[in-house]
């Protein structure tokens, strides 16, 4: 396996998570690749579409339909990471591979999002955002029954609840679980077209993805009428051109919150991925004697794993079975 932008999976032409143009990439999540202009992505039907590539050669798979590319046998499993997220488990000659990205076994019941699903594997490959010691995140269903609380409270003094989230994937994760609670929102351009990209969705004239398209509520556009306001927390200046004279309220809605101070009216721990508990509770489940780890927490994730682990980033660089497990 080798890591440049992306994790290789030697032996085969895929790539996974690349952000750099590569011929063939598996796409985990809608966050994880931006315009790269890859030759064909494989992801499920509904991170391609919220993607723009449900069309032009790329190849969208739904959940646990296996299938090839030459001789390598591949599936796609619920990674819980959110709409439309999946992990990849792979069959090389024998060896297999599960490349995960972010998971998540504490998943919003709203929206059609499953836990991550484990499949036995010689190589598990997975990312860990969250892994540091003070990683530790109260159970995501209070969460939601707190925020719910909150918006409710400003919507009633007819203050506007601004959520500030990350990326656009969990923007449509948490507007998902309001709609659920009959709450209207409303958010920038980009959530907007993402929620078209989504419900516009079909096979046979039957919705397709990770979560069914229908389970994407309808997005308005900031207006005059009180509602949940999405907003990414890259473009505060965006959002206060936008909101102009009128009153609100700001939450963040991120599991960024335990790593430091946030300007906000409020704050909830609403993570991507895992916390360190979780993510190592998944890990032992998977069952693999060789584990590679990436993302900002890695280091402490592998060092409790001990010498089975190892982090993979730049500038790392190793064999994806070590010399011992090869016949």
Known sequence: MTWRDGVHLTGTP????????????FVSSADRVGRTGHGQLIGSPLTLALLGAATGGHLGVPLHRRFTLGTVRLEL?????????????????GKSVLYAGPIRTDVPNAGGIAPAEVRACDA????????????????????????????????AVDRRPVLLVDSVLDGLEVATCLAAANIAVAGARMFRDACARATELTADGIPIAGAP??????????????RAMLWLDAD??????????????VAVVSGRILDGAHVADMLFAWPHAAGRA?????????NAPEVFVTGAAAEPIARVLGPRARVIGPPHQMPLFSREALP
């Open 236 to 249: 505060r200046t965006g959002l206060h051109r936008a909101m102009g004279d009128r009153p609100h309220a």
């Open 124 to 155: 598990l490959v997975v990312a860990a955002p969250f892994g540091a010691e003070h990683h530790i995140f109260p159970p995501l269903a209070d969460t939601i029954d707190q925020l719910i609380a909150w918006i409710g409270a400003e919507l």
């Open 278 to 286: 979780e993510l190592l509770a998944w890990i032992e489940s998977a």
């Open 14 to 25: 895929i790539w996974c998570d690349a952000r750099r143009r590569r011929d063939v990439c």
């Open 213 to 226: 398209a229908s389970a994407l509520p309808a997005i308005a556009a900031p207006g005059r009428e009180p």
């Open 77 to 93: 499993i619920a990674s819980g990471r959110g709409p439309g997220a999946a992990a990849l488990h792979v069959d090389i000659t």
